[in-house]
């Protein structure tokens, strides 16, 4: 079974851009997290979805950050206007609660630098 | 509020070696769920075991080990004979399973290096 997908794996782009992150998780799978990593920062969870509704969106930073999940097999995380502090490592999980107990598995991620 | 402590920042060990990976973490529930994950150094986040609080047993797959200690709010993990392979950074997470709650927290990590 394929895992979860992420697009693209490595993205350059200019201060003001606006950069758009895309991730198809886990066929069946009813939860999905998008989680930012930095070295000063470690993991941070930004935001998730179930069943295709987002439940928390604490951790989105600001209103730069905005994420959407059109239908079960896709979601996007979009930066605009993008800022050199976006850089970082974006990771898109997936999970499927069955009853209490589940793990996230998660994509590639996608390496951001914004210059 | 919850918390995954991982104190350890940087460990190096000879290959061959056994290594020990600490994670204690902090929760006001009575049930929760603990992970380890690895993160080698291509990048990605590789799932390598979870465990339920009213589940004190230890596990082992392989040259891996778990002890899990509810008396110590501690979860460590043990790599027997240490591989190259095994160089990696590893996350403790927790999951405490408040209605609604679906979030892990992370510890920050261990960088483990094998040296050859």
């Known amino acids: 079974d394929a895992g979860v997908i992420q697009s693209p794996r490595h993205e350059v782009t200019e201060m003001g851009q606006e950069v758009t992150l895309r991730c198809k998780p886990i066929s069946g799978h009813d939860y999905l997290f998008w989680y930012r990593q930095t070295m000063m920062r470690g993991l941070e969870l930004l935001i998730y979805f179930n069943n295709n509704v987002p439940i928390d969106d604490s951790g989105m930073p600001e209103d730069r950050f905005s994420a959407k999940m059109p239908n079960a097999s896709f979601s996007t995380l979009k930066i605009q206007p993008s800022e050199p502090r976006d850089s970082a490592v974006y990771f898109c999980?997936?999970?499927?609660?069955?009853?209490?107990?589940?793990?996230?598995?998660f994509g590639p991620g996608t390496r951001l630098t914004v210059t | 509020a919850q918390k995954v402590t991982q104190a350890q920042t940087e460990i190096s060990v000879v290959e061959k070696e056994d290594v020990t990976l600490d994670c204690v973490y902090e929760?006001?529930?009575?049930?929760?769920?603990l992970f380890w994950y690895k993160q080698p150094p291509s990048g990605e986040l590789v799932f390598l075991i979870r465990r339920n609080s009213f589940d004190e047993q230890n596990e082992i797959s392989g040259r891996y080990s778990w002890n899990f200690q509810k008396s110590t709010s501690s979860f460590n993990f043990t790599i027997t004979a240490s591989q190259v392979v095994d160089s990696a950074v590893y996350f403790c997470a927790l999951r405490s399973p408040n209605f609604g709650n679906e979030k892990l927290t992370f510890g920050t990590g261990t960088r483990l290096t094998i040296i050859p």
């Open positions: 999980a997936s999970s499927l609660l069955k009853g209490v107990v589940y793990e996230q598995y």
């Open positions: 929760t006001r529930d009575t049930t929760y769920y």
